[in-house]
């Protein structure tokens, strides 16, 4: 019913730049609230950002506010995860994922629809 694809994942040095998009198949994306997560080995699932249905609201965790940021283009049914200013720290498989309630949400037990994940690595 709902696919999520991310990519864009890959190796990029300290200080440098990438960016995710998070396509999804649905019909009524535009109606959907989209999260990132990141899961680093033997760490729980943790939280990045979320942005509404519209656009109006967007969270960032503490970890990558100011470096981070996320958009959508409901036209194409995509979501995107500019970072910047990469650390060591930011290496973790990277996902996104969608709710159908339309409302961000930090809490990633909220989210219905998962995608498979995309690897980042930032090398010191």
């Known amino acids: 019913q709902v696919q999520v694809v991310e990519s864009g994942g890959g190796l990029v040095q300290a200080g440098g730049s990438l960016r995710l998009s998070c396509a999804a198949s649905?019909?009524?994306?535009?109606?959907?609230?989209m999260g990132w997560f990141r899961q680093a080995p033997g760490k729980e699932r943790e939280f990045v950002a979320a942005?509404?249905?519209?656009?109006?609201?967007?969270y960032y965790a503490d970890s990558v506010k100011g470096r981070f940021t996320t958009s959508r283009d409901n036209t194409k049914n995509t979501v995107y995860l500019q970072m910047n200013a990469l650390k060591p720290e930011d290496t973790a498989v990277y996902y996104c994922?969608?709710?159908?309630?339309?409302?961000?949400?930090?809490?990633?037990?909220?989210?219905?629809?998962w995608g498979q994940g995309t690897q980042v690595t930032v090398s010191s």
């Open positions: 649905g019909r009524t994306f535009s109606s959907y609230a």
């Open positions: 942005i509404s249905w519209s656009g109006e609201i967007i």
């Open positions: 994922a969608a709710t159908y309630t339309g409302r961000a949400t930090t809490n990633r037990y909220e989210y219905i629809y």
